[in-house]
T-cell receptor, first 112, second 110 residues
Framework: GEDVEQSLFLSVREGDSSVINCTYT??????LYWYKQEPGAGLQLLTY?????DMKQDQRLTVLLNKKDKHLSLRIADTQTGDSAIYFC????????????FGQGTTLQVKP | IAGITQAPTSQILAAGRRMTLRCTQD?????MYWYRQDLGLGLRLIHY???????GKGEVPDGYSVSRANTDDFPLTLASAVPSQTSVYFC?????????FGPGTRLTVL
């Protein structure tokens, strides 16, 4: 079945770049997503990438997609303390149903 | 514009009791979803609805039921709560993969 895997924790210093990695199993996913969850809140969509793209950049965020290895990454440049949150990778389920499969989430800790 | 609201914010419940978690959206999205979030497991889909009048089972549906009488409301019912249903429950709505999440309900079953 479909599965999405992430490492659980990442710690960086303020101003450094953060790279959060994700692997997925379903090569037919149309879109792949990154969601952010701040403490005590629901998830918010950060960015997404269409499966026929290799890279997408949006201000401090860069998404890289390696379809051959089924590997997705999110790079946050100049990481700030406000970036501390849990980041979830998600892939769309087959059949364009709108349903998503989420990874376990990576907790990003930004130290001043 | 409220987006998605959930109620209650938190609840402590005795095992065996019945509980309904409420979810309302004002974005007129056709699709709505219920997830549970547990440490180390991420979000798991409980039930979903592609449009008013239809529902479907997700990854972990046992012990839960849903209804979708209209576009805006998607309540989740625990018929007889058990301690393993202690979790944070998120409702979401959306189209084409972009989902908007409510603030969550923290449920503790003792």
């Amino acid at each position: 079945g479909e599965d999405v895997e992430q490492s659980l924790f990442l710690s960086v210093r303020e101003g450094d770049s953060s790279v959060i990695n994700c692997t997925y199993t379903d090569s037919s996913s149309t879109y792949l997503y990154w969601y952010k969850q701040e403490p005590g809140a629901g998830l918010q969509l950060l960015t997404y990438i269409f499966s026929n793209m290799d890279m997408k950049q949006d201000q401090r965020l860069t998404v890289l997609l390696n379809k051959k290895d089924k590997h997705l990454s999110l790079r946050i440049a100049d990481t700030q303390t406000g970036d501390s949150a849990i980041y979830f990778c998600a892939e769309s389920m087959p059949g364009n149903t709108g349903k998503l499969i989420f990874g376990q989430g990576t907790t990003l800790q930004v130290k001043p | 514009i409220a987006g998605i609201t959930q109620a209650p914010t938190s609840q402590i419940l005795a095992a065996g009791r019945r509980m309904t978690l409420r979810c309302t959206q004002d974005m007129r999205h056709n699709a709505m979803y219920w997830y549970r979030q547990d440490l180390g497991l991420g979000l798991r889909l409980i039930h979903y609805s592609n449009t008013a009048g239809t529902t479907g089972k997700g990854e972990v549906p046992d012990g839960y039921s849903v209804s979708r009488a209209n576009t805006d409301d998607f309540p989740l019912t625990l018929a007889s709560a058990v301690p393993s249903q202690t979790s944070v429950y998120f409702c979401a709505s959306g189209e084409y993969g972009e989902q908007f999440f409510g603030p969550g309900t923290r449920l503790t079953v003792l």
